[in-house]
């Protein structure tokens, strides 16, 4: 069994759910990069998703968007974030999924960055902006390097293509709350809710809610619904983003905000 699929099935066991914690690579540096994702998973992080830096981020809102313009302005490359992953999987277990749009991966070419990503320790690959339709190149190359494809579900899936996204799935089902940007929100989308339910009916697969979740509340909100955990991206990145002038007071900020988060997963929190 695969990294991701054996962490969710002994979180089921232990009754809780996952924390999935987003940062965006060499924001603002590989080394604040990697001391960050050491932080999260002694907080607790059960699946670490990192963010190639794009310098077109449609699908992101304001925090992650400055965040890819501090990596990307400080020389970050896509060659880079391989290193990267390499250096956690040196001392780091937990899954690693990375989140990407499709223009790094095709100009470095599909099959080369999915040996690579494999390669450097990767268990999945999140491409935002690929539309079904035309990922069977990924599917393949991702399939021959034993790669999770990470699949988005929005509130706008009707049920036929919903059926499809799924049938192309493996990991977990990343659904988004909201329609919209990333960016952290004041209160939980009850939508998520129906989306949730609508993929446990067609997949046995795992499914993570992502977009606005910020705190503690909403993690409880977010399994209340039945889903098996929750992704957090900007309001994690906005936590050290204003602190990076002193940055170990950013990771413990960071640190001590995903302690809290992780304690939420437990249904009895």
Do not use: W
């Amino acid at each position: 069994m695969n990294r991701i699929l054996s962490t969710f099935e002994s979180l089921a066991e232990k009754q809780s759910g996952a924390y999935v914690p987003y940062i965006c690579a060499g924001d603002p540096d590989k080394e604040f990069t990697i001391k960050l994702a050491h932080r999260l998973c002694r907080a607790g992080a059960d699946v670490l998703e990192i963010g190639l830096p794009f310098s077109d981020p449609l699908a992101d809102g304001p925090a992650i968007q400055e965040a890819m313009g501090r990596s990307l302005a400080a020389g970050f490359k896509v060659a880079h974030v391989f290193e990267l992953i390499s250096s956690l999987r040196e001392d780091m277990d937990i899954p690693i999924v990375l989140m990407t749009y499709f223009n790094p991966v095709l100009h470095f070419g599909v099959a080369n960055f999915c040996e690579r990503l494999a390669s450097a320790g990767g268990d999945g690959i999140l491409v935002v902006d690929l539309p079904i339709e035309e990922s069977e190149e990924l599917e393949n190359a991702a399939k021959a390097s034993n790669l999770d494809v990470i699949r988005l579900v929005a509130p706008t899936t009707d049920g036929t293509r919903l059926d499809l996204i799924l049938s192309k799935a493996s990991g977990f089902v990343y659904i988004v709350s909201v329609a919209g940007v990333t960016g952290a929100r004041s209160t939980f989308a009850n939508s998520a809710a129906n989306i949730v339910k609508q993929v446990s009916a067609r997949t046995k697969l795992p499914s993570v809610i992502g977009f606005g979740i910020s705190r503690p509340e909403h993690v409880r909100q977010a399994l209340a619904t039945g889903a098996s955990g929750v992704v957090e991206g900007s309001a994690l990145v906005s936590k050290y983003s204003d602190l990076l002038g002193s940055r170990e007071d950013a990771l413990e900020i960071v640190e001590q905000h995903a302690r809290e988060m992780k304690s939420a997963t437990h249904k009895s929190a």
